[in-house]
T-cell receptor, first 114, second 114 residues
Framework: AQSVTQLDSHVSVSEGTPVLLRCNYSSSYSPSLFWYVQHPNKGLQLLLKYTSAATLVKGINGFEAEFKKSETSFHLTKPSAHMSDAAEYFCVVSGAGGYQKVTFGTGTKLQVIP | DAGVIQSPRHEVTEMGQEVTLRCKPISGHNSLFWYRQTMMRGLELLIYFNNNVPIDDSGMPEDRFSAKMPNASFSTLKIQPSEPRDSAVYFC????????????FGDGTRLSIL
């Protein structure tokens, strides 16, 4: 069994300040973890992925995430928010096995205030 | 490279009509997914194909929904008859393999049933 919990449904930051979007997961296997971003009227775009290599993963647009097994967390961060970062962000866990069982979080809407 | 292509982008039709949504996955990808996204229920996996074979259709809401993948480069999701509660954005996604690979999403079909 696996699950993913995004701890905040909405996050609001000022432009130029750090971003933290929180994600906790549970999985019976060694999971793969992903963050996706969805801009209005668009599909989901992959930001970054963790697949059991380095625990600190760098993604596109200055985002990064750290896999912490002891805390079962995979939080997304960015040092300085930009207006174009305003979007919805999804944390995703994928289990092992012959079938790619994928579980999406409920999403976090990021608002960036000028 | 072309991404996942969905058509139409928008569909408005009357209750009771048949609706067909189309998807062309990324060439070389072996897995294809159909999702539905609504404000109330978030992102829901409807059905998953691997090598053109339906593997998991447990998310298909009811018998009015059907999906096919006649070849590696084309899939359809059909609703017959359509109902107002089917109004949503429908996404198609594809991935390279079945195990722990990121999914690539199309821009979706916004469906409105009047």
């Amino acid at each position: 069994a696996q699950s993913v919990t995004q701890l905040d449904s909405h996050v609001s930051v000022s432009e130029g300040t750090p971003v933290l979007l929180r994600c906790n997961y549970s999985s019976s296997y060694s999971p793969s973890l992903f963050w996706y971003v969805q801009h209005p009227n668009k599909g989901l775009q992959l930001l970054l992925k963790y697949t059991s290599a380095a625990t600190l993963v760098k993604g596109i647009n200055g985002f990064e995430a750290e896999f912490k097994k002891s805390e079962t967390s995979f939080h997304l961060t960015k040092p300085s928010a930009h207006m174009s970062d305003a979007a919805e962000y999804f944390c995703v866990v994928s289990g092992a096995g012959g079938y790619q069982k994928v579980t999406f979080g409920t999403g976090t809407k990021l608002q960036v205030i000028p | 490279d072309a991404g996942v292509i969905q058509s139409p982008r928008h569909e408005v039709t009357e209750m009771g009509q048949e609706v067909t949504l189309r998807c062309k996955p990324i060439s070389g990808h072996n897995s294809l997914f159909w999702y539905r996204q609504t404000m109330m229920r978030g992102l829901e996996l409807l059905i998953y194909f691997n090598n053109n074979v339906p593997i998991d259709d447990s998310g298909m809401p009811e018998d009015r929904f059907s999906a096919k993948m006649p070849n590696a480069s084309f899939s359809t999701l059909k609703i017959q008859p359509s109902e107002p509660r089917d109004s949503a954005v429908y996404f198609c996604a594809s991935s390279l393999t079945a195990n722990n690979q990121p999914q690539h999403f199309g821009d979706g079909t916004r469906l409105s049933i009047l």
